[in-house]
């Protein structure tokens, strides 16, 4: 699913600059071919490739050292690349400095220059680009105004909460209308309540703007909740790369399945291609495995409380514990064999400890590994 | 059973009369200094004559030794200080943000000029200074690659203080990524933030050089504590006047430097 961008006319974006080459804006096409890179016997890209079409939305996941910040400086020109190529609208710009690349970049550490106003900030890359002073202010004010920090255009960093100074950061970094517009885990610092709603103000700016962009996150609600693919990387790889649903729902691998969503690892055993699960047959997702011992990974949404009914199958289980989430509750529960399950419910329902439930499975087919 | 807690930390009394004893300490010498200025020879009699002779035409020829020494170590101090602003600090910001693994090399280098003393560092710039002398001439500002040496502790320090408190390296990354080159990225980021710990490095490097003696006098070179060593010879008074002077100078050097570090943050626009 890509978000085609819209064609602006909005008085708040800032107007459409002239740097050589960068007529019109509508977000560049972006692509890493092969990209390796090594730091000292440590691989941290391994022959990545991905493609971003102009005016996509794309978010890189994976845990801690997975590459996906590497990646993200290898577009910027902030590391330089071993092989392979990483082309900007058809051209190759591997070899082209961080500051002629036309990129815009948000970092995770608040990075504004602490001696310069908020306002001087923003004004910064379009006076590294010579625009004139008169213009430069209007543009700095106008990108301000975008992220709703107009009146605080006089202010230091440090008069500026962590919020702001990100928005001030993202403004700095969209004022110049670069050609990619890259996040490097820019609401990591941030608490929660701030993280949501910076994340749709930039969700809704980047789809104003219609540019191109490549956010950097460990968290995946914030990577499936703004993007509009999601690449999910391991070991210096994109090990699935598809749409929030697609990774969510259909997972290619256990690690997705894993990293992606909330599961619990259960003992299984596939049978005949089927995943036996506390005696119930589950369809498998992905490739076929050979008959032998699993761990299967079991959304708690895919699980549910049911009402003795001697026409259908139940679980039996024990409440070991249930947590309020807000719109919903979660409870985990102990089968006879110890092997423990969560299960995804209304907020009415609430078993308490301890109590005797009984389950079913939703049938959707699960991922599951070879046990070692 | 009451005790003393070690490393307690001690009660205002005490720490008045260590506070008192220490000032004793500095200040009998320098009051001592002040009133030996206003003395008349060896009588009880208080003059200004000494500090007004300052002034006279007719000492001009007498103390030209002593105005050399004065211009000779301000120039010294303006070479120092060029060198620590072109090498070290260059140097530093290079390794900061470059080269992060040469930290510890670096602070060891710049260190071990305190732990050797002067005496033994002239032994081995003497030979040195045989080669300067031949490609630079013997004049007096050549002191200013020895006195690099000597004050790169107290610069490397100042420098490196600013340097941790700044995130230079997302800075550095932030101001290239907005299109700027590495200099603009020096002269309109990293400069005006690391703005305090230069001006230290500055101020603590003139005040070393102004008060340097050891290696100009051994390598036969006319600064200002050599020049008030043999003005005192001939006339003790002067040299006491000029040596309050300059402990003045430094004393107001490093009020600066504490003034700095204390200062609030000021905006510099690029």
Same mark, same amino acid.
Request: positive net charge; charged residues 20%; proline residues 6%.
């Given at each position: 699913m890509t978000r085609t961008p819209p064609v602006t006319g909005d008085s708040t974006v800032p107007a459409t600059h002239d740097t050589p080459g960068n007529k019109s804006r509508p977000g560049a096409a972006v692509e890493l071919i092969n990209v390796v890179k090594d730091y000292s016997g440590h691989r941290a890209l391994n022959g990545i490739n991905l493609t971003i079409a102009p005016g996509e939305f794309i978010a890189l996941?994976? &845990? +801690?050292?997975?590459?996906?910040?590497?990646a993200l400086r290898a577009l910027s020109g902030l590391e330089t690349i071993d092989a392979g190529n990483i082309r900007i609208d058809d051209t190759d710009v591997a070899s082209v400095p961080v500051n002629r690349r036309d990129i815009g970049m948000v970092f995770q550490s608040y990075s504004l220059f602490p001696h310069m106003t908020a306002l001087e900030n923003v004004e910064f890359g379009l006076r590294m680009r010579r625009v004139p002073a008169a213009e430069r202010r209007s543009r700095a004010l106008d990108a301000l105004a975008m992220v709703g920090l107009a009146e605080k255009g006089h202010r230091f960093a440090h008069q500026l909460s962590g919020g702001q100074q990100q !928005?001030?950061? *993202? @403004?700095? /970094? *969209?004022?110049t209308r670069p050609r990619v517009l890259l996040l490097d885990e820019p609401l990591s610092a941030l608490d929660a309540t701030v993280r949501v709603q910076l994340r749709e103000e930039i969700r809704r700016i980047q789809t104003d703007l219609g540019i191109t962009t490549l956010f950097v996150t460990h968290d995946q609600e914030e990577a499936l909740a703004v993007a509009d693919r999601v690449a999910v990387m391991r070991d210096g790889q994109i090990e699935q790369i598809g749409s929030p649903e697609e990774l969510y729902m259909t997972p290619a691998t256990p690690f997705v399945a894993d990293f992606v969503g909330v599961s619990t690892q259960v003992s299984a055993t596939i049978v005949d291609g089927q995943v036996m699960v506390q005696g119930v047959a589950l369809p498998l997702l992905g490739d076929p495995q050979p008959d032998g011992p699993v761990t299967a990974f079991i959304r708690p949404e895919d699980v549910r409380f049911i009402t003795a009914d001697a026409t259908r199958p139940a679980l039996s289980a024990h409440v070991v514990s249930s947590s309020f989430l807000g719109s919903q509750r979660r409870t985990q529960v102990r089968f006879e064999d110890?092997? %423990?399950? +969560?299960?995804? $419910?209304?907020?009415?329902?609430?078993?308490?400890?301890?109590?005797?439930? %009984? *389950?079913?499975? @939703?049938?959707? #087919?699960? +991922?599951a590994k070879p046990r070692s | 059973m009451s005790g003393v807690r070690i490393g307690a930390e001690p009660s205002a009394v005490v720490r008045r009369v260590i506070l008192g004893a220490v000032a004793v300490v500095f200040a009998v010498p320098i009051i001592s200094m002040i009133v030996f200025t206003f003395r008349d020879g060896l009588g009880d009699g208080q003059t200004v004559? $000494?500090?007004a002779g300052l002034f006279s035409p007719d000492s001009a020829r007498t103390y030209r030794n002593l105005f050399t020494g004065i211009g000779n170590s301000v120039i010294l101090a303006f070479a120092t200080v060029a060198i620590v602003l072109v090498l070290v600090l260059p140097t530093m910001i290079v390794v900061q943000m470059q080269f992060p693994r040469l930290?510890?090399? %670096?602070?060891?280098?710049?260190?071990? &000029?305190?732990t050797v003393p002067a005496i033994v560092l002239v032994v081995g710039l003497a030979p040195v200074y045989g080669v300067i002398a031949?490609?630079?001439g013997s004049s007096t500002w050549t002191l200013a690659f020895a006195y690099g040496i000597t004050v790169l502790p107290y610069a490397y320090r100042a420098i490196q203080s600013n340097l941790d408190a700044v995130d230079v390296v997302t800075l550095g990354e932030a101001s290239r990524s907005l299109g700027a080159n590495w200099f603009s990225v020096l002269w309109w980021v990293l400069l005006p933030n690391l703005r305090r710990g230069i001006l230290a490095a500055s101020f603590i490097s003139v005040a070393v050089v102004l008060g340097e003696f050891t290696i100009a006098s051994l390598l036969n070179r006319v600064n200002l504590q050599t020049a008030l060593l043999q003005v005192s010879q001939s006339d003790p008074y002067v040299a006491v006047i000029f040596a309050l002077l300059a402990l003045a100078l430094v004393f107001g050097l490093l %009020? /600066?430097?504490? !003034? *700095?570090? +204390? /200062? #609030?943050?000021?905006r510099s626009t690029p």
């Open positions: 996941l994976g &845990p +801690s050292g997975c590459g996906k910040t590497t !928005r001030v950061a *993202l @403004a700095r /970094a *969209l004022v110890g092997t %423990l399950m +969560s299960v995804q $419910h209304e907020v009415g329902v609430h078993p308490g400890v301890g109590e005797r439930v %009984l *389950l079913a499975f @939703a049938g959707r #087919p699960v +991922s | 004559d $000494h500090w930290k510890r090399v %670096l602070e060891f280098i710049c260190i071990i &000029p305190i031949r490609v630079f %009020l /600066a430097i504490g !003034r *700095l570090g +204390s /200062a #609030p943050h000021r």
